[in-house]
């Protein structure tokens, strides 16, 4: 997720307030940043790695001349953040400049075919294609606007762009597709953003583009036209009442709330393809002899389900070891025929980064899975993947938690095929499912959202709560758990539900909640059987079941239901959801706020 803005203002000045408005974006991402103005006949263009305000003290971002201008704050997806992969990027000849928000599925394609017609690229981006194709189609004899017409109808994925050229100095053409982009009518000028917050101090007044808008802004007057039949409609002015600060959360009252609810997006992204990466790492995890995946926290959980994924889908045994244990549990038995999974969101913990030079440094394989490009994980793993979800800035893990098991899921399923464990039509089903999760997640939301917020109010006071569940639902329960401890600092236990006649039985009385993940699989008989347990010994039952399960609400005392069959490999990612909103809205119920908790950081870069 990037953040783009564009401004075409009556007045000069256009630099000082794209890097304001880039300010106010930096949420969306923030490991390079980039403007180009127009002035004189040419573009004037600084860009570099770094934080905005890094990038500002070297290269004095105010600095450029002109009254048009194109911005960006990157959060990469292709290329690592760099001076030359920062944006905007431009033709060969300087006289097009791009912004961009999304992914090009069909990059590298056009890049050789515009390569083999002389184009010469600079970055390793996949947006860079986009004011080369433009070029192309201008020396064809298209006009500037005909030419970014005939571009954006060749590109596959999704973008949200600003382009900008001295061939026409006066104007912005933007355009969206699945990226969101907003405009802003200001009395001085016009804007384009990825997000309110950018303009909301200049304006109040938005236009929200739809899939397929095309935009051309210009100094007293902006169009807007359908790329397919490029037939020219209104869209209504709409009259924002958010605070700034609130608009930055679109309007929820905290980030993680905003990103719990932005998880059928990311679980989409998290489904767009990775072909080689996929297929290179799942080579790496069928040819080793050994198998470990090495996380903390959240990422733990996901590799915990992994586990079970990697086995039920495609019979490979892999070993889920928590990082910091990783050297004293495994570390002499890891070799040169050892394969280690990595899994962390920042891509920066400490703890996992350690495991992973000590599993370097006895000539096992490391393979990585992260959200961030350029993390130190993506440059110690021999091959790695992303979970293509965005900045996540709430500090608890919400969003990336669901994409790290959807790609882990995929990775699994390329591993069965692999080493052909799976038939075609079990192959076609899983994948027809992957596509529904997003669907799922959406609706479970939904259905949920204010019953959580009546049950928390009900259940504050429990003494303790327990999570449990069995199969790949521990990892489920482990999740819930660690949710409602690190935000809510609600006192709460997770095991194996198995494993409660071993001893935490003892712990069960009255003021205690039990909460139960019970999907429609293998594990749903013998978790009824535990909920009797529970429930002879006083205890309170809150279930969260598939749609419809009778049997299983009449046995308790709330339920939250998802909406939607789901295969029991991909049960946490739609099962974790009320989990992730039950700790939230009791952390808020608490008084505590949510994106902070105390004594915690967004990444644990010391051990
Ligand atoms: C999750 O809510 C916590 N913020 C924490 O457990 C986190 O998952 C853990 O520190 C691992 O972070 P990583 O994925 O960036 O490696």
């Given at each position: 997720?990037?953040?783009?803005?564009?401004?075409?203002?009556?007045?000069?000045?256009?630099?000082?307030?794209?890097?304001?408005?880039?300010?106010?974006?930096?949420?969306?991402?923030?490991?390079?940043?980039?403007?180009?103005?127009?002035?004189?006949?040419?573009?004037?263009?600084?860009?570099?790695?770094?934080?905005?305000d890094e990038v500002h003290k070297v290269h004095n971002l105010d600095d450029l001349p002109g009254s048009v201008g194109i911005g960006h704050t990157r959060w990469a997806t292709h290329g690592a953040p760099s001076r030359v992969n920062a944006h905007p990027h431009l033709d060969c000849e300087d006289k097009i400049a791009v912004v961009h928000?999304?992914?090009?599925?069909?990059?590298?394609?056009?890049?050789?075919?515009?390569?083999?017609?002389?184009?010469?690229?600079?970055?390793?981006?996949?947006?860079?294609?986009?004011?080369?194709?433009?070029?192309?189609?201008?020396?064809?004899?298209?006009?500037?606007?005909?030419?970014?017409?005939?571009?954006?109808?060749?590109?596959?994925?999704?973008?949200?762009?600003?382009?900008?050229?001295?061939?026409?100095?006066?104007?912005?053409?933007?355009?969206?597709?699945?990226?969101?982009?907003?405009?802003?009518?200001?009395?001085?000028?016009?804007?384009?953003?990825?997000?309110?917050?950018?303009?909301?101090?200049?304006?109040?007044?938005?236009?929200?583009?739809?899939?397929?808008?095309?935009?051309?802004?210009?100094?007293?007057?902006?169009?807007?036209?359908?790329?397919?039949?490029?037939?020219?409609?209104?869209?209504?002015?709409?009259?924002?009442?958010?605070?700034?600060?609130?608009?930055?959360?679109?309007?929820?009252?905290?980030?993680?709330?905003?990103?719990?609810?932005?998880?059928?997006?990311?679980?989409?992204?998290?489904?767009?393809?990775?072909?080689?990466?996929?297929?290179?790492?799942?080579?790496?995890?069928?040819?080793?002899?050994?198998?470990?995946?090495?996380?903390?926290?959240?990422?733990?959980?996901?590799?915990?389900?992994?586990?079970?994924?990697?086995?039920?889908?495609?019979?490979?045994?892999?070993?889920?070891?928590?990082?910091?244990?990783?050297?004293?549990?495994?570390?002499?038995?890891?070799?040169?025929?050892?394969?280690?999974?990595?899994?962390?969101?920042?891509?920066?913990?400490?703890?996992?980064?350690?495991?992973?030079?000590?599993?370097?440094?006895?000539?096992?394989?490391?393979?990585?899975?992260?959200?961030?490009?350029?993390?130190?994980?993506?440059?110690?793993s021999r091959v790695y993947v992303l979970q293509q979800s965005g900045p996540e800035i709430g500090v608890a893990a919400t969003k990336t938690f669901t994409a790290q098991l959807l790609v882990l899921a995929q990775l699994a399923l390329r591993v069965a095929?692999?080493?052909?464990?799976?038939?075609?039509?079990?192959?076609?089903?899983?994948?027809?499912?992957?596509?529904?999760?997003?669907?799922?997640?959406?609706?479970?939301?939904?259905?949920?959202?204010?019953?959580?917020?009546?049950?928390?109010?009900?259940?504050?006071?429990?003494?303790?709560?327990?999570?449990?569940?069995?199969?790949?639902?521990?990892?489920?329960?482990?999740?819930?758990?660690?949710?409602?401890?690190?935000?809510?600092?609600?006192?709460?236990?997770?095991?194996?539900?198995?494993?409660?006649?071993?001893?935490?039985?003892?712990?069960?009385?009255?003021?205690?909640?039990?909460?139960?993940?019970?999907?429609?699989?293998?594990?749903?008989?013998?978790?009824?059987?535990?909920?009797?347990?529970?429930?002879?010994?006083?205890?309170?039952?809150?279930?969260?079941?598939?749609?419809?399960?009778?049997?299983?609400?009449?046995?308790?005392?709330?339920?939250?239901?998802?909406?939607?069959?789901?295969?029991?490999?991909?049960?946490?990612?739609?099962?974790?959801?009320?989990?992730?909103?039950?700790?939230?809205?009791?952390?808020?119920?608490?008084?505590?706020?949510?994106?902070?908790?105390?004594?915690?950081?967004?990444?644990?870069?010391?051990?």
């Open positions: 997720m990037c953040g783009i803005f564009g401004c075409v203002s009556k007045a000069d000045g256009a630099a000082k307030i794209i890097h304001e408005s880039l300010k106010r974006l930096e949420y969306r991402g923030y490991d390079s940043v980039g403007e180009a103005t127009i002035f004189d006949g040419r573009i004037h263009v600084k860009k570099d790695q770094g934080k905005i928000n999304g992914i090009i599925e069909n990059f590298s394609e056009l890049k050789a075919e515009l390569e083999g017609l002389g184009h010469i690229f600079k970055s390793k981006t996949d947006t860079e294609v986009i004011p080369h194709l433009i070029e192309e189609n201008i020396k064809r004899g298209s006009s500037f606007i005909e030419a970014v017409r005939e571009a954006l109808k060749r590109l596959e994925g999704s973008y949200a762009v600003a382009i900008i050229t001295s061939l026409e100095p006066d104007k912005i053409v933007c355009a969206r597709k699945e990226s969101p982009l907003i405009l802003g009518v200001g009395e001085k000028a016009l804007y384009c953003a990825s997000d309110i917050p950018a303009f909301l101090p200049l304006t109040n007044k938005a236009v929200i583009l739809e899939e397929g808008d095309v935009a051309i802004l210009q100094h007293d007057r902006y169009e807007i036209r359908r790329l397919e039949d490029w037939k020219q409609i209104a869209r209504e002015i709409q009259v924002i009442a958010w605070t700034p600060e609130m608009a930055e959360k679109q309007g929820y009252p905290h980030f993680m709330l905003k990103e719990i609810h932005e998880q059928p997006l990311s679980l989409r992204n998290a489904l767009r393809p990775q072909e080689l990466y996929m297929d290179l790492m799942a080579t790496f995890l069928d040819r080793a002899k050994n198998v470990f995946l090495v996380a903390c926290g959240t990422s733990y959980h996901a590799c915990l389900a992994a586990s079970y994924m990697f086995s039920k889908l495609a019979y490979l045994p892999t070993y889920p070891i928590i990082a910091s244990e990783f050297a004293e549990h495994v570390g002499m038995a890891v070799n040169i025929d050892s394969t280690i999974l990595a899994v962390s969101q920042s891509g920066e913990t400490a703890d996992t980064l350690a495991a992973v030079e000590h599993a370097r440094n006895r000539a096992a394989t490391v393979l990585g899975l992260t959200n961030v490009v350029g993390s130190t994980l993506t440059r110690v095929k692999l080493r052909g464990k799976v038939s075609h039509q079990e192959v076609k089903a899983i994948e027809k499912k992957l596509k529904e999760i997003p669907d799922v997640v959406e609706r479970t939301i939904k259905v949920n959202e204010e019953k959580i917020r009546q049950i928390v109010r009900k259940y504050k006071d429990s003494r303790f709560f327990v999570f449990l569940g069995r199969g790949i639902s521990t990892a489920t329960s482990l999740e819930g758990r660690l949710k409602l401890m690190e935000i809510a600092y609600v006192p709460a236990f997770a095991f194996p539900a198995g494993e409660s006649k071993h001893g935490p039985i003892s712990l069960i009385e009255p003021s205690v909640t039990v909460i139960f993940i019970c999907p429609r699989d293998r594990t749903r008989k013998t978790i009824i059987g535990n909920i009797m347990e529970m429930k002879a010994r006083g205890a309170s039952i809150i279930s969260v079941i598939e749609e419809g399960d009778e049997e299983i609400k009449q046995l308790s005392d709330d339920y939250l239901e998802v909406l939607g069959e789901v295969p029991e490999v991909l049960s946490p990612i739609a099962f974790v959801v009320p989990l992730q909103l039950f700790a939230y809205y009791m952390a808020v119920e608490k008084g505590y706020n949510p994106d902070m908790p105390r004594n915690l950081a967004k990444s644990v870069t010391v051990k």
